[in-house]
């Protein structure tokens, strides 16, 4: 009867429907992994400190004489995050401290050779604090700016507030990166390793005259499964050693196997029904 199409049509659609999405997660597996692998500077990332804590003198340079290995340099060269203000408005941003390999190589618009100190790559959208969003074209040769408390301590755990000082820093959009091509955070924006840290040591203010500097150091490798091998390589050797990225690929393809044998159920069932 009438009924018991609409049904059989509703229950088909539904069936069919989850078909499709099974279908999307198995074939958008290997494509995610694959993408993150070629192109998050993560996948290429070694954080790396001695089975000692202590760096003895050469052994970085040492280590970057190994074959494969890009760049060392410390953690605190790494990421420095803040708010900025544009022409438009705020941005919770996230500043990488790009060098060499690191840089995007799909540079839209813009500065193409190596940045300077305080020059800047942003996204092709950028999102401002209210949710809104911009091309980051349109802002090419605008000056962004943030602002930095740089704390003065009299002792390990304790700021004497009133010699605070406050800077203002500014940056130069010189390039827009393509974000759809790239696997970054919203709003991760592009240095140089060098602006990192005056920014770091602006943020820390006298901090390290109190405590010790961060050990941990960074490795930058030429592509992901040497980074892997070299982890191991490390470990093997005494070293402290994460790696940036990490797939656990039999987990992985487990669920694209699984996915894509329900997909092959559900078309196979919708057709008898």
């Given at each position: 009867?009438?009924?018991?199409?609409?049904?059989?049509?509703?229950?088909l659609a539904v069936l069919l429907t989850g078909a499709f999405i099974c279908f999307s997660i198995s074939s958008s597996i290997p494509q995610s992994i694959e993408k993150q692998i070629t192109t998050s500077p993560n996948a290429r990332m070694l954080w790396i400190i001695p089975e000692r804590l202590t760096w003895e003198e050469h052994e970085l340079e040492q280590l970057m004489q190994r074959e494969h290995i890009e760049l060392a340099f410390s953690q605190d060269e790494l990421y420095w995050g803040n708010w900025i203000t544009t022409d438009t408005g705020q941005v919770?941003?996230?500043?990488?401290?790009?060098?060499?390999?690191?840089?995007?190589?799909?540079?839209?618009?813009?500065?193409?050779?190596?940045?300077?100190?305080?020059?800047?790559?942003?996204?092709?959208?950028?999102?401002?604090?209210?949710?809104?969003?911009?091309?980051?074209?349109?802002?090419?040769?605008?000056?962004?700016?943030?602002?930095?408390?740089?704390?003065?301590?009299?002792?390990?755990?304790?700021?004497?507030?009133?010699?605070?000082?406050?800077?203002?820093?500014?940056?130069?959009?010189?390039?827009?990166?393509?974000?759809?091509?790239?696997?970054?955070?919203?709003?991760?924006?592009?240095?140089?390793?060098?602006?990192?840290?005056?920014?770091?040591?602006?943020?820390?203010?006298?901090?390290?005259?109190?405590?010790?500097?961060?050990?941990?150091?960074?490795?930058?490798?030429?592509?992901?499964?040497?980074?892997?091998?070299?982890?191991?390589?490390?470990?093997?050797?005494?070293?402290?050693?994460?790696?940036?990225?990490?797939?656990?690929?039999?987990?992985?393809?487990?669920?694209?196997?699984?996915?894509?044998?329900?997909?092959?159920?559900?078309?196979?069932?919708?057709?008898?029904?």
């Open positions: 009867n009438k009924w018991t199409t609409v049904l059989t049509i509703l229950l919770s941003a996230d500043f990488f401290g790009a060098a060499g390999p690191m840089l995007p190589e799909e540079i839209l618009l813009g500065k193409k050779e190596e940045l300077q100190d305080y020059e800047i790559l942003i996204p092709s959208k950028l999102t401002f604090e209210d949710g809104s969003k911009q091309k980051g074209t349109d802002l090419i040769g605008q000056t962004f700016s943030a602002s930095i408390n740089s704390p003065t301590y009299i002792d390990a755990d304790t700021i004497d507030p009133s010699k605070t000082t406050q800077h203002k820093i500014e940056f130069t959009v010189v390039g827009v990166y393509d974000e759809t091509a790239r696997v970054y955070s919203e709003n991760q924006l592009f240095t140089t390793t060098e602006t990192i840290k005056q920014l770091q040591q602006l943020s820390r203010g006298n901090w390290y005259d109190y405590n010790a500097p961060n050990e941990t150091r960074i490795l930058f490798t030429d592509d992901y499964a040497r980074t892997l091998a070299l982890e191991s390589q490390l470990k093997a050797e005494g070293y402290i050693v994460d790696a940036g990225l990490f797939f656990d690929y039999a987990l992985l393809y487990s669920m694209q196997y699984l996915t894509a044998a329900l997909c092959l159920v559900v078309v196979v069932f919708s057709c008898v029904l």
